[in-house]
């Protein structure tokens, strides 16, 4: 199926989401290349502070045979006062691309640009809301180790009330079937009840904890504290409670997995890095073929 946008994880259903997982898998077998679309144009606006967001999908266009364009606007200049807006910008630029990859600090973004929008457009991350990119990756992964999307016990651990990977892992898990999910972390940082609500729809579990109880985990997705939290600074006492050791290793189930959507700060230890359940880079290279399938399908 063809999407005109990848705005919200929740436009997909169970076999959208499918069908971009097997697509990826496709290509990363090199059984797919081009799209048939010559000289096609992805333009890169990128609000937001990025490293393998932007370079993943940069490179992702030149495997597929594009070209980018990239504008960084992350700190505020004295020009920016009389800036135009957000949506003139896209008004602009969208009649010189094919597609935009936007990350913007606004939550609401998509739905002031909806009714300007001409050409596709990828949501990268808004503000602290969804990232879906990230969660195709993230299904990837787990459907790659796992050959399934169903029946899976997941911790989401650290800091589920501001991840935005966390929210769209989460809205993307309700639509299969057998699904629980343990949120791990400080009671300030627990799921919002927008993202609650969407999630218990489904009629999947979750469950709510303040320790690290994870030793039936499928799936361990580790979101850490980032320095900006908009909450009361937490201890480093309290943080290493949420952190991945070697220690805790023994705990795990065998073929369990360790996912984190990356930059890995503290929460995860590099000690843990060799050890067999290990996968979140495993999971980053994943990002470069999922990125390539979404362009595919928003191009093709």
């Known amino acids: 199926m063809q999407h005109k946008n990848l705005v919200s994880i929740t436009s997909l259903d169970r076999k959208d989401i499918e069908s971009y997982v097997d697509l990826a898998n496709q290509l990363s077998k090199k059984s797919l290349h081009k799209i048939d679309q010559k000289q096609f144009v992805v333009a890169i606006l990128f609000f937001e502070e990025s490293t393998r967001t932007q370079i993943g999908f940069t490179i992702a266009t030149y495997r597929l045979g594009g070209h980018v364009v990239i504008m960084n606007e992350t700190k505020h200049h004295p020009r920016m006062g009389t800036a135009e807006s957000l949506e003139d910008t896209i008004r602009s630029i969208q009649s010189y691309c094919d597609v935009i990859c936007l990350r913007h600090p606004n939550k609401d973004i998509y739905a002031r640009l909806k009714p300007i929008l001409k050409k596709p457009i990828i ?6 809301d969804e990232h879906p990119t990230q969660t195709l990756i993230d299904l990837l992964t787990i459907n790659n ?21 966390a929210h769209s892992l989460l809205h993307a898990l309700s639509r299969f079937a057998n699904i629980q999910v343990r949120t791990i972390s400080p009671t300030e940082l627990y799921l919002p009840e927008e993202y609650k609500k969407i999630y218990l729809s489904s009629g999947n579990i979750l469950e709510e904890d303040t320790e690290m109880n994870i030793r039936d985990m499928d799936v361990l997705y580790v979101t850490g504290f980032p320095a900006n939290l908009p909450v009361k600074m937490f201890s ?26 990356l930059p890995r700060i503290d929460e995860i230890n590099i000690r843990v890095d ?4 290990a996968k979140y880079f495993k999971q980053s290279k994943n990002g470069l073929y999922m990125r390539m399938a979404i362009l595919n399908k928003l191009l093709s």
């Open 123 to 128: 949501n990268c991350g808004n503000g602290d």
């Open 236 to 261: 480093q006492e309290t943080q290493s409670k949420y952190w991945i050791t070697p220690e805790l290793i023994p705990e795990l189930k065998k073929d369990a997995i360790i996912l984190c959507p």
């Open 274 to 277: 060799d050890e067999p359940q």
């Open 145 to 165: 180790e796992f050959n399934r999307l169903d029946n899976l016990y997941v911790a989401v651990i650290g800091n589920p009330r501001y991840s935005r990977s």
